[in-house]
């Protein structure tokens, strides 16, 4: 599995923060040592249904990609992924991650641009 297929934790962070819940296929999970790692959505959910609470959801590219409105650019310019709206507006965000720049898109045009 590749982890730039997936939001790092942070951001995934920052999207719940911004109030985004995107239907997921794998998530974060926090090991008792403060680790985290992705787990799939089934292995998600106790027995009884209920949610792991350390849970957080990890949008994989596509996941996040279907929620953007048409018209976006994305750039790769060196190691860095740079994303912006084709709108001729500024730069939002660049990221080594290209997951992580679409989510800091999604959160930028959601909050922003009240979308």
């Known amino acids: 599995m590749n982890p ?5 934790r942070e951001a995934c962070q920052r999207l719940m923060k ?3 819940v995107l ?5 974060w999970n926090q090991k008792e040592n403060g ?9 998600c959910h106790r027995n009884d249904g209920l949610l792991i ?3 957080i959801p ?3 590219m596509a996941e996040v990609w279907r929620e953007l409105p048409e018209g976006i650019i994305i750039r790769k310019l060196a190691i860095q992924m740079w994303v912006w709206i084709d709108t001729n507006e500024d ?3 660049h990221n080594t991650n290209p997951t992580d720049a679409l989510i800091n898109l999604l959160i ?6 009240g979308e």
């Open 35 to 43: 680790e985290y790692y992705l787990i799939s959505y089934e292995h």
């Open 91 to 93: 730069s939002v965000q």
């Open 18 to 20: 911004a109030g985004i």
């Open 58 to 60: 990890a949008p994989s």
């Open 23 to 27: 239907k997921t296929e794998f998530w």
């Open 4 to 8: 730039d297929n997936y939001g790092s």
């Open 53 to 55: 609470l350390q849970a």
């Open 108 to 113: 930028w045009i959601k909050v922003h641009k």
